[in-house]
């Protein structure tokens, strides 16, 4: 059973860096065909894809954050880390870490963490 | 991002059908999948490829496609549906979701 848990700051001060970290267990980030994922919600508000680094160590990243984003694997700790710079209190959500896996050729999340609450204040 | 319209909120009696609409310019030429989301939970896979229901989801959920259109219908709703459903779909390489659906059996 693969399980995922974010880790870091629940605090951030403005302007600052949002620094993550997702720890994966009961699987390795470098076997099978997989997106390790990052999305967020905002309180009261609907999901945003962020961005996700894939098994070959490739990433993408949502347009409209993409200035901002870094997405990395740390295969060595099976991790894998978000870093949101020039934070504002629009940032202020919960985050979580996803896996998507290829369902006949197409990606679906399977596999969430509980979310972390991430507030940008001073 | 890519951009998926769902209605925001939909009450339905226990026992009645609900159905969940999602739609986006060019989503005909896509899959969606639908997300359950309960207060204080993370999202769960309910449909995945416009149609599919994973292993260990009850029956009452189905979805479908017409056009540019897809939708979640629960059949026979229970108390336990109630929850926010979330439509996705991938636009080159990108995630886009739903704003979300607000689903309340009452």
């Known amino acids: 059973q693969v399980q995922l848990q974010e880790s870091g700051p629940g605090l951030v001060q403005p302007s600052q860096t949002l620094s993550l970290t997702c720890s994966v267990s009961?699987?390795?980030?470098?076997?099978?065909?997989?997106?390790w994922t990052w999305i967020r919600q905002p309180a009261g508000k609907g999901l945003e894809w962020i961005g996700r680094?894939?098994?070959?160590?490739?990433?993408h990243y949502n347009p409209s954050l993409k200035s901002r984003v870094t997405v990395l694997a740390d295969t060595s700790k099976n991790q894998f880390s978000l870093r949101l710079t020039s934070v504002t209190a629009a940032d202020t959500a919960v985050y979580y870490c996803?896996?998507?896996?290829?369902?006949?050729?197409?990606?679906?999340?399977?596999?969430w963490g509980q979310g972390t609450l991430v507030t940008v204040s001073s | 991002s890519f951009e998926l319209t769902q209605p925001p909120s939909l009450s339905v009696s226990p026992g009645q059908t609900a159905s969940i609409t999602c739609s986006a310019d060019?989503?005909?030429?896509?899959?969606a999948s639908w997300y359950q989301q309960r207060p204080g939970q993370s999202p769960v896979l309910v449909i995945h490829?416009?149609?599919k229901r994973p292993s260990g989801i009850p029956e009452r959920f189905s979805g479908s496609k017409s056009g540019n259109t897809a939708t979640l219908t629960i059949s026979g709703t229970q108390a336990v549906d109630e929850a926010d459903y979330y439509c996705?779909?991938?636009?080159?390489?990108?995630?886009?979701f739903g704003g979300g659906t607000k689903l309340t059996v009452l």
């Open positions: 060019s989503l005909g030429d896509k899959y």
């Open positions: 996705q779909a991938w636009d080159s390489g990108t995630a886009g």
């Open positions: 680094v894939y098994t070959s160590g490739s990433t």
């Open positions: 996803a896996r998507a896996a290829s369902w006949s050729g197409y990606f679906v999340f399977d596999y």
């Open positions: 490829q416009d149609t």
């Open positions: 009961g699987g390795s980030i470098t076997s099978g065909s997989y997106y």
